[in-house]
């Protein structure tokens, strides 16, 4: 699959928190560690390919079928499906956009899309099924920097069920892709296990068969023509398994925050298309939902957020990662110049809701 991550020119390393560097590994239920014979052969079942199949027709009437693929795993024996969100993107934009999820006996079953979260890039798909291996989830809180990792895939949709195998190389790198108000920056595993287009989706193993990762991402400089291997990303599973959950019951995630804004990060080019004078760093906010909380708060059209509670707002991203720290519920303080003048606001933030009107929305 051409991973939107794996196939940006470049990937931002933003920060690295301190890591332990105790090596006592987490057992798991059976207390045994696995060989990567056992391993494969315990978990190869309860992994799956997923083809994204579009059929398009031009002016002339001639039709052509475009299909991607990626990788993913079974959490439920009835067939939920657990998979990265840019693996199905087209489906969630187009309904006539198939998905097909194969598993290595070779059957293969028509999917639906049960939910996805762009922002961290989890999808949730569901199979007429039962009886299904499952793989075991972890705890990805208890990984230290040196221990055993497996990943099982679907490298260039060609190579199905690859194992490949390394070692956790860092945790909580924060990661970046895309740019502008497109870009994304998560919190990463970094694992040398080899990652490529169509791992994208797959399970990240410990070596005790608990998938404590989400393969998402690899290292690409394209742009300068070095060749980099051995980097590759997953998105720790504790990161996530509320949102796997919300996502089958409720079809999208709950609780996340919602401003109610749409927002561009400031500059002098914005400065000039909106007629801002005596323009500071920040976020200019371009319109203000009526209802919202900014609305309640005082947030008004025209003005420029410069911080959240203590975090400094410079650009729409800051402005985002500092939100996704809360819940819907939580008040904050925003630091707001208008005409000038710094003031301070109190706003308690809505619920998101399931729909997200732009990509500047906040």
């Known amino acids: 699959y051409s991973s939107v991550f794996a196939s940006q020119p470049s990937v931002i390393y933003q920060n690295t928190q301190p890591i332990s560097t105790q090596a006592d590994p987490v057992a798991s239920s059976s207390g045994q560690a696995m060989t990567p014979e056992q391993l494969y052969a315990a ?125 956790i190389s860092a945790l909580d790198r924060l990661i970046t892709t895309g740019s502008g108000n497109d870009s994304t920056t998560m919190n990463m595993l970094q694992t040398n296990c080899a990652i490529n287009p169509g791992n994208s989706g797959g399970p990240l193993f410990n070596s005790y068969g608990e998938v404590i990762g989400i393969t998402t991402a690899k290292y690409s400089t394209s742009s300068s023509g070095t060749n980099v291997e051995g980097l590759g990303f997953a998105i720790p599973i504790n990161d996530v398994k509320n949102i796997i959950s919300d996502l089958i019951q409720y079809g999208y995630v709950t609780g996340k925050p919602y401003m109610g804004i749409t927002g561009v990060t400031m500059s002098a080019s914005v400065a000039q298309q909106y007629g801002v004078t005596n323009a500071v760093l920040g976020v200019y906010v371009a319109t203000v939902e009526d209802g919202s909380c900014s609305a309640k708060a005082g947030l008004q059209p025209g003005d420029i957020i410069t911080a959240m509670d203590e975090d400094d707002v410079v650009t729409f991203q800051d402005l985002e990662a500092a939100k996704a720290t809360h819940q819907a519920g939580d008040t904050v303080t925003l630091t707001v110049f208008r005409n000038g003048e710094k003031l301070e606001l109190s706003l308690t933030l809505d619920e998101q809701p399931r729909e997200t009107v732009t990509d500047t929305s906040s």
Do not use: R, W
């Not at 198939?98 to 762009?118: C, K, M, N, Q, R």
């Not at 497996?150 to 690859?162: F, H, K, R, V, W």
């Open 43 to 167: 978990n190869v079942d309860a992994c799956v390919g997923i083809t994204v199949s579009t059929t398009m027709t031009n002016i002339f009437g001639y039709t052509s079928t475009s299909a991607a693929s990626g990788s993913g795993f079974v959490i439920t024996a009835d067939g939920y499906i657990v998979t990265n969100y840019h693996v199905i993107e087209d489906a969630v934009k187009d309904s006539s956009v198939s998905i097909t999820v194969s598993f290595h006996d070779g059957s293969s079953y028509p999917a639906t899309l049960v939910g996805g979260e762009e922002d961290n890039d989890v999808a949730v798909l569901k199979i007429e099924a039962s009886g299904l291996q499952t793989v075991t989830l972890g705890d990805s809180d208890q990984l230290k920097v040196g221990q055993a990792v497996m990943a099982i895939g679907n490298p260039l949709g060609e190579l199905t069920y690859s194992l490949t195998d390394g070692l």
